[in-house]
């Protein structure tokens, strides 16, 4: 099945420091999609970005499908923003559902 | 904007006790799935639906069973529990993107 692989595993910065997180993928993708899962184990959507950019406040996302990665960009980090973000993708083909990266684990030090 | 519901929230259980976590969307999607998680690891698929009267088994084999009787139901059980089956179980419906639902964080002592 299709792989997906997060770097960097850990991240730990200061509250207003800028980050950006890795996904790649093994295979051509349906859909990718960004979650953040607070710790409460809530796993909040943060953009379904199968290909291209978007934007939403201080968090912004770019699939280059082509080359088979994505990027997730956190600007002017919060405490808040502490939690663990997971990647997932669905390549459509095979057994349905959504194959998850192992997730980056980010800290955000007040 | 979360339209996916699941109880409980928590549940403390003993061994050999039958369970069944449940989970209803009123987004009238007919894709669903249950996931499983254990702390601070990635998320597994168990199991997954395309609609009424179909079930599928998912990439990680599990003990739990599941059934797809109305559109916006799909619950899960667990016939015997054990300490094994300690973990967060998730469930998610899809149209396009997947929504997920706030999760049943089960302990069985």
């Known amino acids: 099945g299709i792989q997906v692989e997060q770097s960097p595993p850990d991240l730990i910065l200061q509250e207003g420091a800028n980050s950006t997180l890795r996904c790649n993928f093994s295979?051509?993708?349906?859909?990718l999609q960004w979650f953040h899962q607070n710790p409460w184990g809530q796993l909040i959507n943060l953009f379904y970005?199968?290909?291209g950019t978007k934007q939403n406040g201080r968090l912004s996302a770019t699939t280059v499908a082509t080359e088979r990665y994505s990027l997730l960009y956190i600007s002017s980090s919060q405490t808040t923003d502490s939690g663990v973000y997971f990647c997932?993708?669905?390549?459509?083909?095979?057994?349905?559902?959504?194959?998850f990266g192992k997730g980056t684990h980010l800290i955000i030090q007040p | 904007e979360a339209d996916i519901y699941q109880t409980p929230r928590y549940l403390v259980i003993g061994t050999g006790k039958k369970i069944t976590l449940e989970c209803s969307q009123t987004?009238?999607?007919?894709?669903m799935y249950w996931y499983q998680q254990d702390p601070g690891m990635e998320l597994h698929l168990i199991h997954y639906s395309y609609g009424v009267n179909s079930t599928e088994k998912g990439d990680l084999s599990s003990e739990s069973t599941v059934s797809r009787i109305r559109t916006e139901h799909f619950p899960l059980t667990l016939e015997s529990a054990r300490p094994s089956h300690t973990s967060q179980y998730l469930c998610?419906?899809?149209?396009?993107?997947?929504?997920f639902g706030s999760g049943t964080r089960l302990t069985v002592v």
């Open positions: 970005i199968p290909s």
């Open positions: 998610a419906s899809s149209l396009y993107g997947y929504t």
């Open positions: 997932a993708v669905d390549s459509g083909g095979g057994a349905d559902g959504l194959t």
């Open positions: 295979d051509s993708v349906n859909n």
């Open positions: 987004m009238g999607h007919d894709k």
